[in-house]
């Protein structure tokens, strides 16, 4: 059973226009959410995170918002340039003293110059 | 401030064989978590450890195993591969002990089971 589900495997977005990237989980214990982006041939690179003790976080371009009740999240990345293009995954944890990610399949976000 | 390094980059196995990889944490990270993506999937959690004992596992069989040694570097082994064994293996180091935390990967191993 899927816990963190990215439903679009695929988006595309002119530069300069807003990137809305969706995440939806299963698990109501879920704590704490990262996002991730990964270009060919690298490692994911962290980009931001959310406690389920709020509902939005910012950093520069990204801004994470999360919906407990939908159990939703999604990243907005305002606006959007070539550079941004990768897959995004988004990733899950509870708090049991430790945390262990549950990622979802990721969308590959494809910017248009 | 080095980040996280893993080798070897990629590797081809055959059925049945054994396979060790490798994985230097980034500087002043304690713990290192290990994930196996297949093709179009996204990580999947294999194991963690945490003062060189494991700290977490997911739904792998035994044959996969691991260590953390002293300096916080980390192997992972993995007994009687099997074909779909065929992926790229993550590691991750971060910071634990002071609630959630933010993991760093390494650019992953390859590995090709034939």
């Known amino acids: 059973d899927q816990q963190v589900k990215q439903n679009s495997p695929s988006l595309s977005v002119q530069e300069g226009r807003i990137s809305i990237l969706n995440c939806d989980y299963t698990?109501?214990?879920?704590?704490?959410f990262l996002w991730y982006k990964k270009y060919p041939a690298e490692g994911p690179t962290f980009l931001i995170s959310?406690?389920?003790?709020?509902d939005k976080n910012e950093d520069g371009r990204f801004t994470v918002f999360l919906n407990k009740s939908a159990k939703h999240l999604s990243l907005h990345i305002v606006p959007s340039q070539p550079g941004d293009s990768a897959v995004y995954f988004c990733a899950a944890s509870e708090n049991r003293g430790t945390y262990k990610y549950i990622f979802g399949t990721g969308t590959r976000l494809k910017v248009l110059a | 401030e080095t980040g996280v390094t893993q080798s070897p980059t990629h590797l081809i196995k055959t059925r049945g064989q054994q396979v060790t990889l490798r994985c230097s944490s980034q500087s002043g990270h304690n713990t290192v978590s290990w994930y196996q993506q297949a093709l179009g999937q996204g990580p999947q959690f294999i194991f963690q450890?945490?003062?060189?004992?494991?700290?977490g596992r997911g739904n792998f069989p035994p044959r996969f195993s691991g260590l953390q040694f002293p300096n916080y570097s980390s192997e992972l082994n993995v007994n009687a591969l099997e074909l779909d064994d065929s992926a790229l293996y993550l590691c991750?180091?971060?910071?634990?002990?002071?609630?959630?935390?933010?993991?760093?990967f390494g650019p992953g191993t390859r590995l090709t089971v034939t």
């Open positions: 991750a180091s971060s910071i634990q002990g002071e609630g959630p935390y933010e993991q760093y």
């Open positions: 450890y945490y003062r060189e004992e494991e700290n």
């Open positions: 959310i406690s389920s003790i709020k």
């Open positions: 698990n109501s214990m879920f704590d704490y």
